[in-house]
């Protein structure tokens, strides 16, 4: 069966389909030889699933790197790929989208001053919707637990070079994307405390893990995440991207399934680390995202928003406009 009949299996009504949405994480990518592929128009296919996304931020996937020219520099021909689909959906073609409307890039911070020049290239690449910069972290001893695509070292987020990197951001008005798993979440919480005065941005709710040696322990790994969101919460400069469980690594193995999970299911099974990450953080320091074509494995895009619909239901209107939109409209600077 073809992934999307597999999805087609669910069918459901879109839940409060005025609710303005800004989707905080996607990606797009050409990836060769395998037939990898999902670009704007595959975006919009799943952006008309009913729900109302009024813009999307964009997220560094080493997808349209330069082939050519300095190593330091390739990763501004993604930003240069993502600035022109925004002026794509810009021109109004599309309706009411602003696809990519804020754009987070990747630059290596271990060049440590050296990552300034590159930093400036994707400035100037995308003037009006760089935002930021994302150097992932996710490592794990495991076999099992696969590691970042940037293939970090053990404590990548402690480095003396990456640090000097990172503090240009503040410097240049930039945010740093950070993706890692759960046992790493106290190295994250030790450089917000040391750069207070950049944002930084959590994905995917730092990444519980729920394969390998994590498999089955589902209960000790949530009081272990807890514990260590709680004290990331006391650092003000932090806010987090509520989505991203929806891959084989958080161990749920929907994608194993004959059907895939409706928004019932899936709200039930998110609906702890939402609600605890919400009361830690605050409304206004928490933000959805969808993590497509990422999460797609397990879901499709109007399944997804229904169950962070239906997870928040009880919220006020104020609260729902800060998750589901404005928090992000005001992290990434959008507009």
């Not at 050409?30 to 997220?59: C, F, K, W």
């Not at 995440?225 to 987090?240: F, Q, Y």
């Not at 497509?292 to 729902?320: G, H, M």
Request: aromatic residues 8%; charged residues 25%; hydrophobic residues 40%.
């Amino acid at each position: 069966m073809e992934h999307a009949e597999w999805l087609a299996q669910v069918e459901e009504e879109v839940l409060e389909p005025d609710l303005p949405i800004c989707d905080a994480h996607h990606h797009l990518w050409d990836r060769r030889p395998e037939p990898n592929r999902y670009l704007l128009e595959d975006l919009l296919a799943d952006l008309q699933s009913g729900h109302r996304v009024v813009s999307t931020v964009y997220v560094d996937c080493v997808a349209m790197y330069r082939a050519s020219g300095p190593e330091a520099l390739r990763p501004v021909g993604e930003t240069e790929f993502a600035q022109g689909v925004a002026a794509m959906t810009a021109s109004g073609i599309y309706g009411d989208l602003v696809a990519a409307a804020g754009i987070v890039g990747h630059v290596d911070l271990t060049l440590g001053d050296g990552a300034r020049p590159v930093l400036e290239a994707h400035m100037a690449a995308s003037p009006n919707r760089f935002r930021g910069i994302r150097h992932t972290s996710a490592w794990d001893p495991s076999p099992e637990v696969r590691n970042s695509h940037t293939n970090p070292p053990r404590g990548l987020l402690l480095d003396g070079s990456f640090r000097r990197g990172l503090r240009h951001l503040a410097e240049l008005g930039l945010s740093f994307d950070a993706w890692h798993y759960h046992t790493q979440i106290p190295e994250l919480a030790d450089l917000a405390r040391s750069f207070p005065d950049t944002p930084i941005i959590l994905d995917h709710f730092g990444g519980p893990l729920g394969i390998g040696p994590y498999a089955g322990r589902r209960d000790e790994v949530f009081a272990d995440w807890r514990s260590a969101m709680a004290e990331l919460a006391g650092s003000p400069n932090v806010v987090v991207k509520i989505g991203g469980l929806q891959m084989p690594v958080n161990g749920f193995a929907w994608h194993e399934r004959e059907e895939p999970p409706g928004s019932e299911e899936l709200a039930e099974a998110i609906r702890p680390y939402t609600l605890t990450t919400i009361e830690l953080f605050g409304p206004d320091r928490c933000m959805f995202e969808s993590n497509f074509p990422v999460d797609k494995i397990s879901c499709s895009y109007r399944v997804l928003w229904n169950a962070f619909k239906r997870v928040v239901a009880d919220f006020s209107d104020d609260e729902k406009a800060s998750l589901f939109h404005d928090t992000a409209a005001r992290v990434y600077r959008l507009g």
